[in-house]
């Protein structure tokens, strides 16, 4: 498997207070990605890195702010969770934007 | 908009009974289309990545193909441990961005 690390694994936190994800890699790819992943739905871009302090957003980025300052962490921060972020959120690595991507285990984040 | 829709959404399958999932896309500039593997409390496993109409790839009982418009993915003489969420993505003209479909969920009965 390839070096990626979420953190925390699972988490309940109430709404209006603040989250952070962190992705940690150990591939020194250069691109990073946020998904969410709901019943319904698939697998959503939230936000994804194409180089340190290099960011972009994705399909679903409302609520949600990334950062990356070194190669290998990628920071989802929820400013004031809601309960419609309640999901289970992947991060992905990828070398060049169009290889495949490598995921993490996940984070199942509940928002009661 | 670039969109990618799998269907169908749920297969069943018995044991040996060869089958095909379909993932259709339309996305400007395609630079490769790719299929990942997902069982439950994981995240998706990569499978292959397709390039080009007619290109072709295969891996123990899955096969891969892809035309201008759609992508198949054969499962011959499927075992129960094939049992699993299949995701197909797409990468165009944006480079780094992958749009996934929602995936077909198989079900190999013995």
């Known amino acids: 498997d390839a070096g990626i690390t979420q953190s925390p694994r699972h988490k309940v936190t109430e709404t209006g207070t603040p989250v952070t994800l962190r992705c940690h890699q150990t591939e020194n790819h250069r691109y990073m990605y946020w998904y969410r992943q709901d019943p319904g739905h698939g697998l959503r871009l939230i936000h994804y890195s194409y180089g340190v302090k290099d960011t972009d957003k994705g399909e679903v980025s409302d609520g949600y702010s990334v950062s990356r300052s070194k190669t290998e962490d990628f920071l989802l921060t929820l400013e004031s969770a809601t309960s419609s972020q309640t999901s289970v959120y992947f991060c992905?690595?990828?070398?060049?934007?169009?290889?495949?991507?490598?995921f993490g285990s996940g984070t199942q984040l509940s928002v009661l | 908009e670039d969109q990618v829709t799998q269907s169908p959404e749920a297969l069943r399958l018995q044991e040996g009974e060869s089958s095909s999932l379909n993932c259709s896309y339309t996305?400007?500039?395609?630079?490769?289309l790719f299929w990942y593997r997902q069982d439950p409390g994981k995240g998706p496993e990569f499978l292959f990545t397709l390039y080009s109409a007619g290109e072709e790839k295969e891996k123990e009982r899955l096969k891969a193909t892809l035309t201008k418009k759609e992508s198949f993915l054969h499962i011959t003489a499927p075992k129960p441990e094939d049992s699993a969420t299949y995701l197909c993505?797409?990468?165009?003209?944006?480079?780094?961005?992958?749009?996934f479909g929602r995936g077909t969920q198989l079900t190999v009965w013995p």
């Open positions: 996305v400007s500039g395609l630079r490769g």
């Open positions: 992905a690595t990828g070398g060049d934007g169009n290889e495949k991507l490598f």
């Open positions: 993505a797409v990468t165009g003209s944006t480079l780094g961005r992958l749009y």
